[in-house]
């Protein structure tokens, strides 16, 4: 079965700090994974996503994730956080073609 | 851009009530998908719809929970008796299907409140 855990329910950061989000993942097939914001009351965004090919994924405002498979790991980071960046961030995983496994999310705090 | 849409954005029921939620997957999209939120908890799956017929489903989704596509457009999950603790958010999602890996696009979810 796959699973996701994100490291940390809640970080803050402050503005211009680097972002780091932690997902570690457990699966018995290569996996493929993802990255969804959700600001408030709204739906889920996808940042960015690893399917195959190069481990560094880019995505949409300025995020990236690097796919580690010898750690399980699929850490989200940003070098310089801005206040807009503040929301809920999941991690989730699924294998081709099923449903995704969703994290239990990480509120990021983002202060002046 | 095409978006996935969702109705009603919040419905409020009261507990023994049926309710059907409606979403408009992106057009030429192939599967669909329902997911849910309660509130402070993480997303987890219900169910996905293929080829007119259930392809997966999670232990959340018994048989009070049923899935249509009534017709080329409109997806929806109709909740036959509700609890209390069906009170979360639930999201409609659709994906190309070319791609397996392709990533699922999100509603903007619809807010069941069962009192």
């Known amino acids: 079965a796959q699973s996701v855990t994100q490291l940390g329910s809640h970080v803050s950061v402050s503005e211009g700090a680097l972002v780091l989000l932690r997902c570690n993942y457990s699966?018995?097939?290569?996996?493929?994974l993802f990255w969804y914001v959700q600001y408030p009351n709204q739906g889920l965004q996808l940042l960015l996503k690893y399917t195959t090919g190069a481990t560094l994924v880019k995505g949409i405002n300025g995020f990236e994730a690097e796919f580690k498979k010898s750690e399980t790991s699929f850490h989200l980071t940003k070098p310089s956080a801005h206040m807009s960046d503040a929301a809920e961030y999941f991690c989730a995983v699924s294998q081709a073609g099923t449903a995704l496994i969703f994290g239990k999310g990480t509120t990021l705090s983002v202060s002046s | 851009e095409p978006e996935v849409t969702q109705t009603p954005s919040h419905q409020v029921t009261q507990m023994g009530q049926e309710v059907i939620l409606r979403c408009v997957p992106i057009?030429?999209?192939?599967?669909f998908y329902w997911y849910r939120q309660i509130l402070g908890q993480k997303v987890e799956f219900l169910v996905s719809f293929y080829n007119n017929e259930i392809s997966e489903k999670s232990e959340i989704f018994d048989d009070q929970f049923s899935v249509e596509r009534p017709d080329g457009s409109n997806f929806t999950l109709k909740i036959r008796s509700t609890k209390l603790e069906d009170s979360a958010m639930y999201f409609c999602?659709?994906?190309?299907?070319?791609?397996?890996?392709?990533?699922?696009?999100f509603g903007p979810g619809t807010r069941l409140t069962v009192t």
């Open positions: 699966s018995s097939v290569p996996p493929y």
């Open positions: 999602a659709s994906r190309p299907g070319r791609d397996r890996g392709n990533e699922q696009y």
């Open positions: 057009s030429n999209h192939l599967y």
